[in-house]
């Protein structure tokens, strides 16, 4: 069966390229339909949520089975990966406001110039919010530690990795800065967290906010402990490239300067956030 489809609209936005999904989320988008269909769009500023249906019109893969970050050889029907046979995109946005023809939203996963399909009011009289979060978690657990490192919500960060390390601390919160460089870096080379390994050689507070924010752990076999008692981290993929991160020459003094003796261990981590990541750390390109 032949079956056709035409744009209603485009996506614009300042992404141009494929990205990490959660990245492009962050920012407004507008959606600019066609003044053919704009009469579509009468009484949509009552609806606080759009599903907006759009092509991948990058992506030229086909694929069934495919490997997401927290699982290897899934089928494709079961994640929301763009190699699709019909490479046809469905997101749920919050709607901000509409100026003619323009639909400012948040939360859409589409690059600029992507083709809309369709617009439809999000129904979700059927689902229990944390319901579906659940079912979210399940497919990929990690996805609220990814939207902290892209929305850069180092705060959020730093609760979570106290959970895990049992209080929160300047280095705890160290290592959550490291943590969120690494992870930035690697998106923005487009490549797969699962190919990395981080070889360390203290195991302290700073490795555990780092463990914790890359998902590298001991039992993926994403964490190497070293001899020796320096304070450097390297994080390499299965070619030997990747990043050398050390504590700068200056770090003890720079902390010493920013964070008054006379407060809590909470409070000290939580202006750790506020500090210079390069005046803490060094990092250098090794392979």
Not at 181 to 193: A, G
Request: aromatic share 6%; charged share 25%.
């Amino acid at each position: 069966m032949k079956i056709e489809m035409k744009s209603i609209g485009v996506v614009k936005n300042s992404i141009v390229e494929p990205i990490a999904p959660g990245i492009i989320k962050e920012q407004v988008s507008v959606i600019e339909i066609d003044s053919h269909y704009a009469l579509g769009l009468k009484d949509i500023s009552s609806c606080e949520y759009l599903d907006i249906v759009y092509y991948f019109h990058c992506n030229a893969e086909e694929k069934l089975i495919v490997n997401t970050k927290s699982t290897q050889g899934v089928g494709v029907f079961a994640t929301r990966i763009p190699s699709r046979p019909n490479h046809i995109g469905v997101t749920t946005v919050k709607l901000i406001k509409v100026e003619g023809n323009h639909l400012y939203v948040s939360g859409l996963d589409a690059i600029n110039d992507t083709p809309v399909l369709d617009i439809k009011h999000c129904d979700t009289s059927k689902y229990d919010i944390e319901t579906v979060h659940k079912s979210i978690l399940a497919q990929n657990p990690r996805i609220d530690i990814e939207r902290c490192i892209n929305s850069t919500n180092r705060e959020d960060l730093l609760y979570k990795a106290g959970q895990l390390h049992g209080h929160i601390c300047p280095g705890i919160a160290m290592g959550v800065l490291c943590g969120a460089e690494v992870m930035k870096m690697i998106y923005d080379n487009k490549q797969d967290p699962y190919d990395y390994r981080l070889m360390a050689q203290q195991p302290n507070c700073v490795l555990d906010g780092l463990m914790f924010v890359t998902g590298f752990t001991p039992g993926r076999r994403q964490l190497i402990l070293e001899p020796g008692d320096k304070m450097e981290y390297r994080i390499v993929n299965k070619d030997g490239k990747g990043w050398l991160i050390s504590s700068s020459d200056h770090n003890r003094e720079y902390v010493n300067q920013n964070l008054p003796d006379d407060l809590s261990k909470f409070q000290r981590a939580m202006l750790v956030l506020q500090l210079d990541f390069k005046k803490l750390f060094d990092i250098e390109d090794v392979g």
